[in-house]
C-alpha cells in the first residue's frame, strides 16, 4: 500500500561485520552500519546528519545518541535521536527512545518511554521544550489537567472536579 521512496543520500562509512564484537564506546561520523555486537554506547559528531543502521543481527548494550536511527535489531539501552528514528519489525528497544521523529513497524518492541523532543529551533536545545502563552507544565507530582480537572491539581485533592 504505502511504497518506501529509496533515500540515496544515505551512504554507509563504516560497517561493523556480523561476527565482530566491540567492548567499549564508538563515536562514528557520517554513516554506520552494524551486523555485530557493541557492548557500550554509540554517539556521533553532534550537529550532523549522522546515520546509524542496526540490522536485525546486529545488537547494542549501551545509550544510541544519534541524529538518525534506524533499528531492525536489539538496543538495551535509551536511544535518543535528534530527528529520525525507524524501527523495523525486528525491532527490539529495551529503555527509552526520545525522538522528533518516529516511524514503527508492526511487530517492534520496546519496553520503556516514548519521549517526544521538539526540533531543535534557534536558541533551544533538543532538550528543551517551552510551554505555550496558556500552557503551564506539570509537576512532577501532578498530572497534566483532564477535561474534568483544573490545572495544577491531581485526582482527590481539594479542587479537583472528580
Same mark, same amino acid.
Do not use: M
Given at each position: 500500500m504505502f511504497k518506501r521512496k529509496p533515500n540515496s543520500s544515505v551512504t554507509v562509512d563504516t560497517? &561493523?561485520?556480523?561476527?565482530?564484537r566491540i567492548k567499549g564506546?564508538?563515536?562514528f561520523a557520517g554513516g554506520l552500519h552494524l551486523d555485530g555486537t557493541i557492548h557500550g554506547n554509540v554517539t556521533c559528531e553532534p550537529a550532523?546528519?549522522?546515520f546509524l543502521s542496526v540490522s536485525e543481527h546486529g545488537r547494542i548494550e549501551g545509550s544510541v545518541f544519534a541524529p538518525n536511527v534506524l533499528?531492525?535489531?536489539t538496543v538495551?539501552?535509551?536511544i535518543e535521536a535528534a530527528q529520525r528514528v525507524e524501527l523495523g519489525a525486528k525491532a527490539k528497544v529495551l529503555g527509552n527512545v526520545a525522538?522528533?521523529? &518516529?516511524e514503527t513497524a508492526v511487530g517492534a518492541q520496546i519496553n520503556g518511554k516514548l519521549i517526544h523532543q521538539a526540533a531543535a529551533g534557534p536558541g533551544q536545545g533538543p532538550d528543551q521544550t517551552p510551554a505555550g502563552p496558556d500552557q503551564t507544565p506539570a509537576g512532577p507530582d501532578q498530572a497534566?489537567?483532564?477535561p474534568d480537572q483544573t490545572p495544577g491539581t491531581t485526582q482527590?485533592?481539594?479542587g479537583s472536579q472528580s
Open positions: 560497517l &561493523i561485520g556480523a561476527k565482530t564506546d564508538v563515536e550532523t546528519d549522522a533499528l531492525n535489531g538495551t539501552g535509551n525522538y522528533t521523529v &518516529i497534566p489537567a483532564g482527590g485533592e481539594p
